[in-house]
């Protein structure tokens, strides 16, 4: 016998067990509780981080699922949950990156659009170059102060193997940027740079032999980064592979990075740039719709000619500093080949 369907109801409607029945939700857990950590290490799907910044307190955790593929790099913040013990064999998992405050970035070359964070939230850049055996490279210093620019970073330019050469000379090009300059050969007093880093978090970056690791070493006397040797032609070998945030004997941390071959600045601007000078930012303000800040002939109204003493030095500097950065193509490694 037939029925009408003003006779059905819900008791009639049957439902297949299985897949499709619980309800789906957007909501995610809150972690209130979460313990708050630094991330120090990444290696394959696994971070090393410590708990509030105390190199005693040290874990290992996995990315939660909610977090899906959000990247995590050495120096996030993180909220940290599970097992916090740090004991052999435990994971903990991180259910929440916070908002950084510095991002240094670089691409694989000036065209690749895809942005590779090096560190976050570090305060300083510590680039690494040394003054002779490789021989020292503007260009590569030019980029990493671009980079530290427009993440936020302050940079500071470090010189080695000061018993080789001298550092008058090239310290001299980039006097008019206000960049401080320490030397630290292996002969050198490490009193000023450890008084730099000292309650900091610093990224230190540099081609491949020219001390970097040998540095890290006499600032983290347990650190035992490897140390390689710089080969007859003036290239360096790679001794660091991964980024490792390490603990200074005074408060303050030091991130070693891999030595890098090439600096590509795809997402770098020049207004980004000029923006960590406040007397520049203020006067670039009122420069004309596309202007590139190059000045003439490109830009006859740029603002930056109109500035005077101190501030006029300063724009001529980092104008020259744009016009490297825009002319140094990728194809400039330093002084490593490009398949080192």
Not at 160 to 181: I, N, W
Not at 234 to 258: E, F, I, M, N, Y
Not at 271 to 285: P, Q
Not at 314 to 328: K, Y
Request: include cysteine.
């Amino acid at each position: 016998m037939s029925r009408s369907a003003r006779s059905y109801d819900e008791s009639d409607v049957r439902i297949r067990p299985g897949k499709g029945t619980r309800p789906r939700t957007k909501k995610r857990p809150a972690h209130a509780d979460a313990a708050t950590a630094m991330v120090v290490s990444v290696d394959r799907g696994r971070w090393g981080c410590v708990i509030d910044g105390d190199p005693d307190r040290r874990l290992v955790a996995m990315r939660a699922r909610e977090l899906g593929r959000t990247p995590v790099v050495v120096g996030d913040q993180v909220g940290v949950v599970g097992d916090l013990s740090g004991r052999t064999d435990t994971l903990a998992r991180i259910v929440r990156v916070d908002e950084r405050s510095t991002v240094l970035r670089r691409t694989a070359d000036d065209t690749d659009p895809y942005e590779r964070i090096v560190v976050a939230n570090a305060d300083q850049l510590l680039i690494v170059t040394a003054l002779a055996d490789p021989p020292p490279r503007t260009g590569f210093v030019e980029r990493a102060l671009a980079a530290a620019y427009a993440g936020g970073l302050s940079p500071i330019l470090c010189l080695t193997k000061s018993d080789l050469a001298g550092p008058a000379e090239f310290a001299a090009h980039f006097a008019d940027l206000d960049l401080p300059v320490i030397v630290a050969g292996r002969d050198d007093d490490l009193t000023e740079l450890q008084g730099v880093l000292d309650g900091r978090l610093t990224a230190l970056i540099g081609h491949s032999g020219v001390g970097k690791s040998t540095l890290v070493n006499r600032l983290v006397p347990d650190a035992e980064r490897a140390v390689g040797r710089v080969s007859g032609v003036g290239k360096g070998r790679h001794t660091s592979t991964q980024s490792v945030a390490l603990p200074l004997p005074t408060p303050g941390w030091v991130v070693d990075t891999p030595g890098i071959r090439s600096f590509g600045l795809a997402h770098v601007t020049p207004a980004e740039i000029i923006d960590a000078f406040g007397d520049l930012r203020e006067a670039i303000e009122d420069c004309p719709r596309g202007c590139t800040h190059l000045g003439p002939p490109a830009d006859p109204e740029c603002r930056l000619d109109q500035l005077t003493d101190s501030s006029h030095r300063r724009a001529m500097a980092v104008r020259e500093l744009l016009a490297a950065v825009r002319d140094v193509g990728p194809a400039d490694p330093g002084p490593e080949s490009p398949d080192a």
